[in-house]
């Protein structure tokens, strides 16, 4: 089936977004979703050690932030390529831009992780163990990163797949990726369970808790949001949206899920493997 046959014109139709920048809400809306989400979360953490403010108003405060965040989102998603889809194709710059964009904002959350992790080096300067260490490396903390590193090894064949031409097979894999994304999210609620319920290692277990939790918990929130993201993914390739030619959404969602990833085992090297190490 050529192009034309689904009403898709290969000329560029970008020349007139060229000559006038489009605009869009979206990216701050999606921003104030964030800002206040992390806003929420803070104070819900500050309720709990003390009265300033009601720890139900933090949590309140985080879900109608995550919740503004993920409309913004939403909308971001619909306005950059759903509208109009089939009666545009974006061109090779545009493509690339995409991408480079992507890449710019993973190096914002380098920085991100970064910090934690500065802060989780800084206090092992001092005494350490400060308190007794909980005993964090599980069975099931190995289970879930094998099942995070087959996850991106599927999101890569199903890429390639793609590139082939091989649809079913791209869809088959694609959502593969996806349930393991969600298998890797559940393991890690039941090990919090584990730890919390059972055995009493919460955020406030001293400096090795609140460090645990934070880095773990941050990075359950980006896996949390690259199953959303492939989910999307997954909605676009079963009505065709993708080919050899236009799998630009494809390719910077994964960048994105292979970063969360490589994240992942540096979380396990230092913080499960590397808290009983004294140096």
Known sequence: MTDSAVG???TPTDTHESAHHERSRWPIVSAVGASVLYAGV???????????????????????????????????????????????????????????????????????????????????????????????LTSLVLINTGVLVLSSFTLHFSHVALEDEHRNRFLALLGLTILLGVAFVGGQVFEYYQFVVREGFTLTSGIFGSAFFGLTGLHGLHVSLGVVLLGIVFWRGLRGQYDADRDTS????????HFVDVVWLFLVLVLYFGAEITL
């Open 42 to 136: 803070a104070l819900a953490l500050l309720g709990r050690v003390t009265d300033v403010v009601p720890t139900i108003f933090g949590l309140v405060l985080a879900i109608l932030g995550f919740v503004v965040f993920v409309g913004g989102l939403a909308g971001w998603l619909n306005q950059a390529y759903l509208t109009s889809y089939w009666q545009e194709r974006a061109s090779s710059e545009k493509r690339n831009a995409y991408r480079v964009t992507m890449g710019l904002f993973l190096l914002t959350d380098v920085a991100t992780f970064g910090a934690g992790f500065a802060y989780y080096f800084i206090v092992r300067l001092g005494e350490w163990p400060s308190t007794e260490l909980p005993n964090v």
């Open 8 to 10: 898709i014109d290969d």
């Open 250 to 257: 494809v390719a910077t969602v994964s960048y994105y899920w």
